[in-house]
């Protein structure tokens, strides 16, 4: 039986299917490979082994795209508008921030559609293979299903892989699974349910061997492999709205509605009066200019460009803008936990030795710390012998920082670094104590015996060191060393009972023990495992963990305090997943500090149908062993339960979860391309602490966009209902469509954007996520924004009347009305610095472009009022004391009264409980 196709599904799982069935249903013949006749027409058959990009909107249609938005189409019309009434240079304005806005918007998308092509780069490699009996060097590319390729340390592997047989391989799965330590493999078949990190027989695409060689055969190339899977994985998780977009766009097509519906009744309206047509219609034009808010859109991405600038400082690098706003809506953190919340650095924590425990301090490849025993009082001599072993016995190198700037860094398997730094923190040199005690002989690690020995000089004889599992060790020791490094009679109960208890606090546990070369064989160099069958003395056991950040304890700290829940999904063990949300004190029901934690499994999280994983999803803190498909389905779950999620993480498979979520978060600097790409942010300094300041300016950033809104609604809704009143009892209109367009377009850019610097409000981060299904503006903003409205009518309306019964000209008239909504703007401007706070108790000078921007908004009013060129342009006119004493009353009014009522009315309340 063969296989026709590289996605055809063999009769069962290839991880559990023998080395010699999987050969023989490919049809090859494993000593020799295909020849290079079948070879090229397999490729012709199934195609290269490359991974496939989705086609791509060509760049003139995403560039169109851009302008294709509610609030875009209003700025468009306003430029149709102001250019119909000949208003050339304001229509070129409107029209140039039309232009500007959507060149911002086509840079940070262009960026986003290299995803799939970053992780098609991830594939690039070559590949030693067999054809027709001879070893050959080619292009990954051109592999096909039956080639048989080879394998060895340093190999990235081509593709997805049966193993046919294997020496000592290990292969380091971190971006598939998240596992910290790499996998040791064999040729071995496994249950057909296996997950992917226990699939000991298989190999996949864009692993890496870090030890060890094999022989392999082709199982699946392109998109067939785990990473093409991921790649349309990634394809159908497509692009979401944001809170902000989904918000904005909603807001916009009520407010297209509502301006196009008063424009039409006051056509009608004026019509049924008996009005020319001519006029009601420039009088309707009015009032549709008077109510499209120009600026806000600008202002939109202005006020995100300035988050992006502030969080950049933060070292996190917004790609998409709308991401910025979206960090201040998160209510579920999803992250990944090697290299996101813990170091990706093993490390010692803990060590038994005569009887005896000990804590090690520190964390990472740094040999910075001591060791701490329990009790206190200096290290033993047991301890000592058991770090001497972790030392000697041991292949990895720990580089030290260079000049370059590089930190502390490993050579070889980060577990034997782990005990190279637990030595060097109590003293031990690795150099000194390989120069003391050469190595002779070695049986390196290997998965049936569990354990590696090094024979070493010792004086004028040698001695053994042994390193592995509990289990194993133990079964080979009759003594152990006492605290004083005598050796008394082993108590293998207890070193069980120690092991297990490390276990359980989610460490991986190694013994250590030493022998003496048997009498007469002291000179001879050889070793055999009949040598370490028996007869050795325990020294002791150290166990370690990838530790989290000390900066990730306290981040997920903060982010309970404000309200966000944090979930950890790895495709780690669940006792080690465990251990580390118990040590970073994850929320939720699941996981206390300091009590219990339960983690869900991903063969747990199979059995639970959709209708049921919403819940548990949100009830759930540890998620283990989990693969990219469920990481994509529990992200989806907590977003059908109304949360706002954001993902982070650094792997290959963490890509389609990174791109699913509301914003996806991935690491700079370990971080696969990939991920990066599919993300909306990169943390800079990969540090989960950095994913609590940008909330915190997330936050911050639609604040301000929600005080600019509030800020500028009631301006177009007083002109609008001016223009409708006048319209409704036929009189002259108290502001042309040009001083509308006057009004809006230099208070947005003089007053309305200076929101945009304004400093988060204290306790920001102390109140609850804003509840997604709230709208932008609450009720208490949305009656504030009517009444100021409806004052400014008054005021401007009232005021333009007093001035013709006064005797004033039209034009002054107009001028003081203008005036009117300037002023009171400006005053309201300070009342916006916040919804609930008075301007005394922020500060005058707390945001001091604000007071820039008022004293600019100034002399641009004094140059419409006085100067005659602006006379001359806009139909103003001169006006006097009394009149300018009357405006700043209006003004003041119009402040106080918001002051009173932030007193009197208490604010609704827009966020979750917690």
Same mark, same amino acid.
């Given at each position: 039986?063969?296989?026709?196709?590289?996605?055809?599904?063999?009769?069962?799982?290839?991880?559990?299917?023998?080395?010699?069935?999987?050969?023989?249903?490919?049809?090859?013949?494993?000593?020799?490979?295909?020849?290079?006749?079948?070879?090229?027409?397999?490729?012709?058959?199934?195609?290269?082994?490359?991974?496939?990009?989705?086609?791509?909107?060509?760049?003139?249609?995403?560039?169109?795209?851009?302008?294709?938005?509610?609030?875009?189409?209003?700025?468009? #019309?306003?430029?149709?508008?102001? =250019?119909?009434? &000949?208003?050339? +240079?304001?229509? @070129?304005?409107?029209?140039? %921030? !039309?232009? /500007?806005?959507?060149?911002?918007?086509?840079?940070?998308?262009?960026?986003?559609?290299?995803?799939?092509?970053?992780?098609?780069?991830?594939?690039?490699?070559?590949?030693?293979?067999?054809?027709?009996?001879?070893?050959?060097?080619?292009?990954?590319?051109?592999?096909?299903?039956?080639?048989?390729?080879?394998?060895?340390?340093?190999?990235?592997?081509?593709?997805?892989?049966?193993?046919?047989?294997?020496?000592?391989?290990?292969?380091?799965?971190?971006?598939?699974?998240?596992?910290?330590?790499?996998?040791?493999?064999?040729?071995?078949?496994?249950?057909?349910?296996?997950?992917? #990190?226990?699939?000991?027989?298989? =190999?996949?695409? &864009?692993?890496? +061997?870090?030890? @060890?060689?094999?022989?392999? %055969? !082709?199982? /699946?190339?392109?998109?067939?492999?785990?990473?093409?899977?991921?790649?349309?994985?990634?394809?159908?998780?497509?692009?979401?709205?944001?809170?902000?977009?989904?918000?904005?766009?909603?807001?916009?097509?009520?407010?297209?509605?509502?301006?196009?519906?008063?424009?039409?009744?006051?056509?009608?309206?004026?019509?049924?009066?008996?009005?020319?047509?001519?006029?009601?219609?420039?009088?309707?034009?009015?009032?549709?200019?008077?109510?499209?808010?120009?600026?806000?859109?600008?202002?939109?991405?202005?006020?995100?460009?300035?988050?992006?600038?502030?969080?950049?400082?933060?070292?996190?690098?917004?790609?998409?803008?709308? =991401?910025?706003?979206?960090?201040?809506?998160?209510?579920?953190?999803?992250?990944?936990?090697?290299?996101?919340?813990?170091?990706?650095?093993?490390?010692?924590?803990?060590?038994?030795?005569?009887?005896?425990?000990?804590?090690?301090?520190?964390?990472?490849?740094?040999?910075?710390?001591?060791?701490?025993?329990?009790?206190?009082?200096?290290?033993?001599?047991?301890?000592?012998?058991?770090?001497?072993?972790?030392?000697?016995?041991?292949?990895?190198?720990?580089?030290?920082?260079?000049?370059?700037?590089?930190?502390?860094?490993?050579?070889?398997?980060?577990?034997?670094?782990?005990?190279?730094?637990?030595?060097?923190?109590?003293?031990?040199?690795?150099?000194?104590?390989?120069?003391?005690?050469?190595?002779?002989?070695?049986?390196?690690?290997?998965?049936?015996?569990?354990?590696?020995?090094?024979?070493?000089?010792?004086?004028?004889?040698?001695?053994?060191?042994?390193?592995?599992?509990?289990?194993?060790?133990?079964?080979?020791?009759?003594?152990?060393?006492?605290?004083?490094?005598?050796?008394?009679?082993?108590?293998?109960?207890?070193?069980?009972?120690?092991?297990?208890?490390?276990?359980?606090?989610?460490?991986?546990?190694?013994?250590?023990?030493?022998?003496?070369?048997?009498?007469?064989?002291?000179?001879?160099?050889?070793?055999?495992?009949?040598?370490?069958?028996?007869?050795?003395?325990?020294?002791?056991?150290?166990?370690?963990?990838?530790?989290?950040?000390?900066?990730?304890?306290?981040?997920?700290?903060?982010?309970?305090?404000?309200?966000?829940?944090?979930?950890?999904?790895?495709?780690?063990?669940?006792?080690?997943?465990?251990?580390?949300?118990?040590?970073?004190?994850?929320?939720?029901?699941?996981?206390?500090?300091?009590?219990?934690?339960?983690?869900?499994?991903?063969?747990?999280?199979?059995?639970?149908?959709?209708?049921?994983?919403?819940?548990?999803?949100?009830?759930?803190?540890?998620?283990?062993?989990?693969?990219?498909?469920?990481?994509?389905?529990?992200?989806?779950?907590?977003?059908?339960?109304?949360?706002?999620?954001?993902?982070?993480?650094?792997?290959?498979?963490?890509?389609?979860?990174?791109?699913?979520?509301?914003?996806?978060?991935?690491?700079?600097?370990?971080?696969?391309?990939?991920?990066?790409?599919?993300?909306?942010?990169?943390?800079?300094?990969?540090?989960?602490?950095?994913?609590?300041?940008?909330?915190?300016?997330?936050?911050?950033?639609?604040?301000?966009?929600?005080?600019?809104?509030?800020?500028?609604?009631?301006?177009?809704?007083?002109?609008?209902?001016?223009?409708?009143?006048?319209?409704?009892?036929?009189?002259?209109?108290?502001?042309?469509?040009?001083?509308?367009?006057?009004?809006?377009?230099?208070?947005?850019?003089?007053?309305?954007?200076?929101?945009?610097?304004?400093?988060?409000?204290?306790?920001?981060?102390?109140?609850?996520?804003?509840?997604?299904?709230?709208?932008?503006?609450?009720?208490?903003?949305?009656?504030?924004?009517?009444?100021?409205?409806?004052?400014?009518?008054?005021?401007?309306?009232?005021?333009?009347?007093?001035?013709?019964?006064?005797?004033?000209?039209?034009?002054?008239?107009?001028?003081?009305?203008?005036?009117?909504?300037?002023?009171?703007?400006?005053?309201?401007?300070?009342?916006?610095?916040?919804?609930?706070?008075?301007?005394?108790?922020?500060?005058?000078?707390?945001?001091?472009?604000?007071?820039?921007?008022?004293?600019?908004?100034?002399?641009?009013?004094?140059?419409?009022?006085?100067?005659?060129?602006?006379?001359?342009?806009?139909?103003?006119?001169?006006?006097?004391?009394?009149?300018?004493?009357?405006?700043?009353?209006?003004?003041?009014?119009?402040?106080?009264?918001?002051?009173?009522?932030?007193?009197?009315?208490?604010?609704?309340?827009?966020?979750?409980?917690?």
């Amino acid at each position: 039986m063969h296989l026709d196709t590289a996605s055809t599904t063999p009769p069962a799982p290839w991880h559990s299917l023998s080395a010699e069935d999987a050969a023989r249903i490919l049809g090859v013949d494993p000593g020799r490979g295909l020849s290079p006749a079948e070879a090229e027409e397999r490729l012709l058959r199934h195609g290269r082994n490359t991974l496939p990009t989705r086609p791509q909107k060509s760049a003139l249609l995403r560039f169109l795209l851009q302008f294709h938005q509610p609030l875009v189409y209003i700025l468009i #019309a306003s430029g149709a508008v102001t =250019a119909l009434l &000949g208003e050339f +240079v304001d229509s @070129g304005v409107i029209l140039g %921030v !039309v232009l /500007a806005n959507a060149v911002i918007s086509y840079i940070q998308e262009a960026k986003a559609v290299r995803a799939l092509t970053a992780l098609a780069e991830t594939m690039t490699t070559e590949a030693s293979a067999l054809r027709g009996g001879r070893n050959v060097r080619l292009d990954a590319a051109l592999l096909a299903p039956g080639d048989v390729v080879l394998l060895r340390s340093g190999d990235k592997v081509p593709a997805d892989v049966r193993l046919l047989s294997a020496r000592e391989l290990r292969v380091d799965e971190s971006m598939l699974t998240g596992e910290s330590l790499p996998a040791a493999k064999d040729a071995a078949p496994v249950a057909g349910d296996a997950v992917l #990190a226990d699939r000991r027989g298989m =190999a996949y695409a &864009g692993t890496l +061997v870090v030890y @060890g060689q094999a022989r392999a %055969v !082709v199982a /699946a190339t392109g998109r067939g492999t785990e990473l093409g899977r991921i790649s349309t994985l990634m394809e159908a998780a497509g692009d979401l709205e944001t809170p902000l977009t989904r918000k904005i766009s909603r807001f916009s097509h009520l407010l297209l509605l509502g301006i196009l519906a008063l424009a039409a009744v006051n056509f009608g309206l004026g019509l049924w009066r008996g009005e020319a047509a001519a006029d009601m219609f420039m009088a309707s034009v009015a009032l549709a200019v008077g109510a499209i808010p120009e600026g806000l859109p600008a202002a939109v991405t202005i006020i995100l460009a300035i988050g992006v600038s502030r969080m950049a400082a933060r070292r996190a690098v917004i790609r998409r803008l709308p =991401a910025v706003e979206t960090l201040g809506s998160v209510t579920v953190i999803c992250t990944d936990k090697t290299g996101t919340l813990t170091e990706n650095q093993m490390t010692v924590r803990r060590l038994w030795a005569g009887g005896q425990g000990a804590a090690v301090t520190g964390g990472g490849y740094a040999p910075e710390g001591e060791l701490r025993p329990d009790g206190g009082g200096p290290a033993t001599e047991a301890m000592r012998q058991c770090l001497l072993a972790g030392l000697l016995c041991n292949d990895a190198v720990l580089r030290a920082p260079d000049a370059d700037g590089q930190p502390w860094r490993v050579e070889g398997d980060p577990s034997e670094a782990a005990l190279l730094v637990s030595a060097a923190k109590a003293g031990l040199d690795r150099e000194t104590a390989q120069a003391e005690a050469p190595r002779l002989n070695e049986l390196p690690f290997e998965s049936e015996h569990q354990y590696m020995a090094t024979l070493n000089r010792q004086g004028g004889g040698a001695a053994i060191w042994l390193k592995g599992s509990a289990e194993r060790v133990l079964d080979r020791c009759g003594s152990a060393l006492a605290p004083d490094g005598v050796p008394v009679p082993l108590d293998a109960a207890t070193a069980h009972r120690e092991a297990e208890d490390m276990a359980a606090q989610g460490l991986r546990v190694l013994a250590f023990a030493r022998g003496e070369r048997p009498a007469g064989r002291e000179g001879q160099g050889d070793l055999e495992h009949a040598d370490v069958a028996g007869g050795l003395v325990f020294l002791g056991l150290q166990g370690m963990i990838d530790p989290p950040r000390a900066e990730a304890v306290a981040a997920v700290a903060r982010c309970r305090r404000a309200g966000i829940m944090v979930k950890m999904i790895t495709g780690d063990h669940a006792g080690t997943a465990v251990a580390v949300g118990r040590m970073l004190g994850l929320s939720g029901p699941s996981c206390t500090p300091g009590g219990g934690c339960e983690a869900l499994t991903g063969a747990e999280l199979e059995r639970i149908p959709d209708a049921g994983l919403t819940a548990r999803a949100r009830e759930v803190s540890v998620f283990a062993r989990v693969s990219p498909e469920q990481k994509l389905r529990l992200v989806r779950a907590l977003q059908a339960g109304g949360e706002v999620a954001a993902m982070t993480g650094d792997g290959v498979n963490d890509a389609p979860a990174l791109k699913q979520a509301d914003i996806g978060v991935a690491m700079g600097r370990a971080g696969t391309d990939a991920a990066k790409e599919a993300a909306d942010m990169v943390l800079t300094d990969d540090n989960f602490a950095s994913i609590a300041a940008a909330v915190e300016e997330g936050r911050g950033v639609f604040d301000n966009l929600v005080k600019f809104i509030a800020w500028t609604l009631p301006t177009n809704i007083g002109e609008g209902m001016t223009i409708l009143t006048a319209s409704l009892f036929g009189v002259t209109l108290p502001i042309l469509p040009v001083q509308i367009l006057w009004i809006n377009m230099t208070t947005a850019a003089c007053l309305g954007l200076m929101l945009s610097f304004e400093p988060p409000e204290a306790g920001l981060m102390d109140r609850p996520p804003r509840d997604p299904a709230r709208p932008i503006l609450d009720r208490t903003l949305s009656r504030r924004i009517v009444s100021v409205g409806l004052l400014l009518l008054v005021c401007a309306f009232g005021l333009f009347e007093w001035e013709l019964l006064s005797g004033a000209g039209v034009a002054q008239a107009r001028t003081v009305a203008v005036n009117v909504f300037v002023l009171v703007e400006t005053a309201y401007l300070f009342n916006s610095r916040s919804a609930t706070r008075s301007p005394l108790a922020l500060g005058f000078f707390s945001n001091p472009w604000v007071n820039v921007g008022a004293g600019l908004m100034l002399l641009l009013q004094l140059a419409y009022t006085y100067a005659p060129p602006m006379n001359a342009l806009f139909s103003s006119a001169p006006i006097g004391p009394a009149q300018w004493a009357r405006i700043l009353g209006a003004a003041l009014l119009v402040f106080f009264a918001v002051e009173a009522e932030k007193k009197l009315l208490p604010a609704q309340k827009a966020h979750r409980s917690p």
